[in-house]
Nanobody, 125 residues
Framework: QVQLQESGPGLLKPSQTLILTCTVS??????????WIWIRQPPGKGMEWMGV???????NYSPSLKSRTSISRDTSRNHFSLQLTSVTPEDTAVYYC?????????????????WGKGTLVTVSS
């Protein structure tokens, strides 16, 4: 059973950098055929796909967030991380990490087979 767990700060001030980590157990992030996703849901709004890091380390990002987003990984710890710079209150959301079986299109994907529980990030002065 694959499990994903998000961790990171719950509260940031505007202009700060958000860093979240997704720790994976029950499966390796380097296993061929699986992509690893960051996705978020602002209060009262729908899911927003943020980006993907593939089993081979390649990444793709949502065009609307690309200038502020970076996804990296630590294969020795079997985790991957999201960095979002220059946050504003509009970045307040529940952030999820998830696994996608097969290739996640560069335009985004929402049909993940495993999800973390999500972590609420609030941006406020």
């Amino acid at each position: 059973q694959v499990q994903l767990q998000e961790s990171g700060p719950g509260l940031l001030k505007p202009s700060q950098t958000l860093i979240l980590t997704c720790t994976v157990s029950g499966g390796s992030i380097t296993t061929s055929g699986y992509d690893w996703i960051w996705i978020r849901q602002p209060p009262g709004k729908g899911m927003e796909w943020m980006g993907v890091i593939r089993y081979d380390g390649n990444t793709n990002y949502s065009p609307s967030l690309k200038s502020r987003t970076s996804i990296s990984r630590d294969t020795s710890r079997n985790h991957f991380s999201l960095q979002l710079t220059s946050v504003t209150p509009e970045d307040t959301a529940v952030y999820y990490c998830a696994r996608h079986k097969g290739y996640c299109p560069t335009t985004g994907c929402f049909d993940m087979d495993y999800w973390g529980k999500g972590t609420l990030v609030t941006v406020s002065s």
